[in-house]
């Protein structure tokens, strides 16, 4: 089973700032790994679909990078609906689909 | 508008069964594989099935694979998760999710599941 761990656990920035996140993959997952936000009591949203392609709908300051073993979602300039919960995802090697335990972005 | 929309949950003993449905509403789930989703209290997201668009290709987390089954309704334009002999491990919210090329590009709210004696 391919591991995914997500850093930093937590991230306070302030609206405007730029946001990076992280996961890296046990084993190479190649570009096959997604991105989702998840707000408390509701859906959670594709975001990011191999590594780099923006879902329908996700604005474009949202963006995804890298390939094999490591992968950054990019935020350009934190707007307030963007203070979420962040998953990645593989889909390379399944069963199981695995998620990275996640980003907390909080409000600094 | 495209929606997902999950039910059957609740407070069930251990051991207890429970049947979750997510019926689809604004577009047709016959050409779409189908997975569930939980996310424990306090904790991340974990898929625990998949179930293809045809019908004939099923998938289970090792937690629960021997007492989860996952189906289908194209009819009722429905999927299903029976889940028999519950622990307290398996309290959770249980989202399902639209599964597309690339990832799961459709998510409901999730229906609640608690396992509590």
Same mark, same amino acid.
């Given at each position: ?108 | ?14 051991? *207890? ?19 569930? $989703? ?5 904790? *991340?997201?974990?898929?625990?099935? !998949?179930?293809?668009?045809?019908? =004939?290709?099923?998938? !289970?987390?090792?937690? $629960? ?23 307290? =491990?398996?309290?959770?919210? !249980? ?7 690339? *990832? ?5 709210? *999730?229906?609640? $599941?608690?396992?509590?004696?």
């Amino acid at each position: 089973e391919i591991v995914l761990t997500q850093f930093p656990a937590t991230l306070s920035l302030s609206p405007g700032e730029r946001a990076t996140l992280s996961c890296r993959a046990s084993q190479s997952v190649s570009n096959y790994l997604a991105w989702y936000q998840h707000k408390p009591g509701q859906a959670p949203r594709l975001l990011i679909y191999d590594a780099s392609n923006r879902a329908t709908g996700i604005p474009v300051r949202f963006s995804g990078s890298g390939s094999g073993t490591d992968f950054t979602l990019t935020i350009s300039s934190l707007e307030p609906e963007d203070f979420a919960v962040y998953y990645c995802q593989q889909r390379a090697n399944w069963p199981p689909y695995t998620f990275g335990q996640g980003t907390k972005l909080e409000i600094k | 508008e495209m929606l997902l929309v999950e039910s059957g949950g609740g407070l069930v003993q251990p051991g *207890g069964s429970l049947r979750l449905s997510c019926a689809a509403s604004g577009f047709s789930l016959r050409t779409y594989a189908m997975d569930w $989703v939980r996310q424990a209290p306090g904790k *991340g997201l974990q898929w625990i099935s !998949y179930i293809s668009f045809s019908d =004939d290709t099923t998938h !289970y987390a090792d937690s $629960v694979k021997g007492r989860f089954t996952i189906s289908r309704d194209n009819a009722k334009n429905s999927v299903y998760l029976q889940m028999n002999s519950l622990t307290e =491990d398996d309290t959770a919210r !249980y989202f399902c999710a639209r599964d597309a090329v690339g *990832g799961l590009s459709l998510w409901g709210h *999730g229906t609640l $599941v608690t396992v509590s004696s």
